[in-house]
């Protein structure tokens, strides 16, 4: 048993680590988001170059012969640097789409696809979609679509689908509706639930990178800013509310590693780690950004400073992938039924 | 990463699972205090005879020197088999042994470690004071030299099972002109000498493990000194890191099963406004589903600090996160189940839940209290300003 990075998992996340920073700055994201189609392009190319939309392929099938544990660390720094676009839908689309012809230009980054995550089939089980998935994130810049379904998992190119772009609660992400008028699409070879609970892993993780770097931030300006003649982070008050930060940050990275070692291997309680850390991950992005707006004061209340960025990031990951609360009658659905 | 086990790491669980399935006390332990001691001592002895005691001693003290990984593996199935917790035996060797083997001398080593690996011996720990608590460095129970003996007057506080204890880790103000980190010393006390008064003190649980001890004039060897006269503090500190990595882990198996059960309880149970089961309710079900979760949290966040001492060689600082959390997510759990037990909550004699309530309250107290704890994780784990 072995929950720590290794010397090749630390040099992945590394890798990532400093392109991110290198390429994509706070300053980046921002003047991104102001324009459509609200992704850096040349950024998806490099990473499908450096091989990042594979990670999880199979080395045979042309990926990187990992699996969801570095998935996992991928995910960590794209929350950490509020990373826009749709990655979660293109990780998953390289799965989904392993072994065809459509699969190129996805795992080489020159096509980018969203997720439409539709447990309840509202978008139809049978040959054809019909009606309109509602608040899809990044549906506007997203050359393809991955329907995600109850039992079915569907891939349609973005042509020939209206798409009503709108902006969101966080100004680095947009949203969309996508209408489906009784197209056609048949259901591919991978299964929904294994899907579905990888995207509910990835999201886990985008959420615990927001949960750490909102901690980091807080800490830095902590041990910067003076108030009364001393940093603030020597009040109690501060230190307290730090520790309580660092603490939750570490439950969601511990959880939510457990849960993608456990996907990885097959374990059978594994969809369990996968939704329990989904909730903690999600406590723990919300609550570590709501506190670093307040570490930072009336700073932290402004627009131009990154506090609130992160905070609205962690709602629009509560949203994805199943809230907190779906999560947990899940996990309690089996008590009731007197399992 | 990964979550598999070694084969050797399989076969130590199969041989430890099946000595305690075969071995562990089937009676459940007295609740005279008396009885207790010796039903724990007969239970370590047992261990002893099977080579299963101090587990984490090295095998030159007579420990079965086990490693992190081991240690774990016997800690979880210790804990699933329902053993009982070391309880009286806690101090001798969970701190005062490993203390002595850290920074004993040969003589007090090959005096005292056996006979607390037998489980013949009861320590107990002469910390706290009335006025040192959270700020244990200011002491005041005073030693003086006198020959060949310190010579000790004051008052301890908060002593577990010192009515029952032969022996006591001490901790004693030596040099009162010294900085007050360095002038203290600790002292292996043997709790029969004259000039030691036990009073035992009523908790809030109404029972009464803990006592003041009083000691007027008591003359100790000064060869049972351990380390230096006034490097006391330094030898106290030496074990405060031992067995961090896996301290909880025994707790974190129990806890897990008493969410089992809580939830058994919930669905056995009348829920708020009596029309329906417990478990029916959303907010009790989704709380449920929450400790469910962050008991899953414990366990993970432990695997990952002991692998990374097994890497590091070390515990690392995020052993002082594992404790705080551990110790509220306790006491949310205890509170849940005064929730789901409704009105048997009040009734005496108070039922297992609510001893378990009561009792909880003292986890973010004893040991540092959870304001202290946060002070170390912001001032050691994020090196925030003192």
């Known amino acids: 048993m072995d929950l720590t990075l290794g010397p090749e998992e630390t040099a992945v996340r ?42 999880g392929l199979p080395e045979a099938a042309g990926g990187g012969g990992y699996g969801a544990a570095e998935e996992m660390l991928l995910f960590v720094e794209l929350g950490r640097a509020l990373t826009p676009g749709p990655w979660l839908g293109t990780v998953l689309a390289v799965h989904a789409l392993a072994g065809m012809p459509a699969l190129a230009p996805v795992l080489a980054g020159t096509l980018c696809v ?102 980091e931030d807080s800490v830095e ?69 709501a506190d670093n707006v307040q570490n930072h004061g009336g700073m932290g209340f402004a627009w131009e400073a990154d506090a609130h960025l992160y905070l609205k990031r962690a709602w629009l990951l509560e949203h994805a992938l199943g809230t907190r609360a779906a999560h947990l009658d899940t996990l309690a659905a089996p008590w009731r039924r007197g399992e | 990463m990964h979550l598999r086990f070694s084969p050797a790491e399989e076969a130590f669980r199969a041989e430890a699972r099946a000595w305690l399935e075969a071995n562990m006390p089937r009676t459940p332990r007295p609740t005279e205090l008396g009885a207790r001691a010796a039903y724990d001592q007969a239970w370590q002895r047992r261990m002893y005879d099977s080579g299963w005691a101090g587990i984490a001693w090295p095998r030159a003290h007579g420990g079965r020197g086990a ?13 699933r088999a329902g ?47 009335p006025n040192a608590g959270s700020d244990l460095a200011s002491l005041q129970t005073r030693a003086a030299v006198e020959g060949d003996f310190l010579v000790v007057s004051g008052q301890k506080v908060w002593t577990s099972f ?132 962050e008991v899953d949290a414990l366990r993970a966040m432990t695997y990952r600090s002991v692998s ?20 509220e997510l306790v006491q949310r759990i205890d509170l849940l189940a005064m929730d789901v037990q409704g009105a048997p909550a009040v009734e005496t004699p108070a039922s297992r839940w609510t001893e378990l309530y009561l009792a909880g309250l003292s986890q973010t107290i004893g040991g540092g209290t959870k304001d202290i704890q946060r002070n170390i994780i912001g001032e050691r784990v994020l090196g925030l300003p003192r």
């Open chain 1, 14 to 55: 590394d890798a990532i680590r400093n392109v991110l920073a290198e390429r994509l700055p706070l300053a980046r994201v921002r003047a991104l988001a102001s324009a459509e189609p609200g992704i850096d392009e040349a950024l998806w190319r490099e990473a499908g170059g450096l091989g990042w939309f594979g990670l």
């Open chain 2, 83 to 129: 053993a009982p917790d070391i309880s009286t035996l806690f101090v001798g060797l969970n701190h005062a042994g490993p203390t002595l083997v850290a920074c004993g001398s040969e003589e007090q080593k090959a005096a005292h470690l056996p006979p607390i690996l037998r489980g013949e011996v009861i320590w107990c720990q002469g910390f706290s004071e």
């Open chain 2, 162 to 293: 010192a009515h029952v204890a032969q022996f006591q880790e001490l901790l004693v103000r030596t040099d009162p002109e010294a900085p007050r980190h360095r002038g203290i010393t600790w002292v292996i006390c043997p709790m029969d000498a004259p000039g030691i008064e036990i009073r035992p003190i009523t908790t809030l649980t109404g029972e009464s493990d803990f006592c003041e001890v009083f000691y007027d004039h008591v003359k100790i060897p000064l060869r049972n000194v351990v380390g230096q006269l006034n490097d006391g503090w330094r030898v106290a500190m030496a074990t405060l890191s031992f067995e961090r990595g896996t301290a909880f882990l025994a707790e974190q198996v129990r806890l897990s099963r008493r969410v089992d059960e809580l939830v058994a309880l919930a669905r056995a149970t009348p829920g708020p406004g009596g029309r329906r089961r417990a478990i029916d309710d959303d907010e009790i079900a989704r709380r449920l589903a929450r400790a469910r979760a």
């Open chain 2, 308 to 327: 990374l001492a097994a890497r590091m060689g070390v515990p690392g600082a995020e052993a002082s996160m594992i404790r705080l959390f551990f110790s």
């Open chain 2, 67 to 79: 490693t992190l990984m081991e240690q774990l593996v016997w800690c979880e199935e210790y804990a």
């Open chain 1, 221 to 289: 300006y902590a041990g910067v800013r003076q108030q009364f003649g001393r940093p603030i982070g020597s009040f109690q008050a501060v230190k307290h509310r730090c520790a309580d930060m660092a603490v939750r940050a570490e439950v969601a990275r511990s959880l939510t590693t457990f849960a993608a070692v456990a996907l990885a291997e097959g374990e059978g309680a594994a969809p369990r780690h996968v939704a329990a850390a989904k909730v903690l991950a999600t406590d723990a992005a919300l609550a570590n950004a």
């Open chain 1, 114 to 215: 969203a997720l439409i995550d539709d447990p309840a089939d509202t978008l139809g089980d049978g040959a054809r979609l019909t009606g309109v998935a509602r608040g899809v994130a990044d549906a506007g810049a997203a050359e393809g679509f991955l329907v995600v379904g109850a039992g079915a998992v569907r891939y349609l190119p973005a042509a020939g689908l209206a798409v009503e772009g709108r902006p969101s609660l966080d100004p680095t992400r947009r949203l969309g509706d996508v209408r489906f008028a009784g197209i056609a699409a048949a259901p591919l070879a991978a299964d929904a639930a294994a899907l579905r609970a990888l995207a509910t892993l990835l999201a886990a993780a985008e959420a615990v990178g927001v949960a750490e770097r909102t901690l």
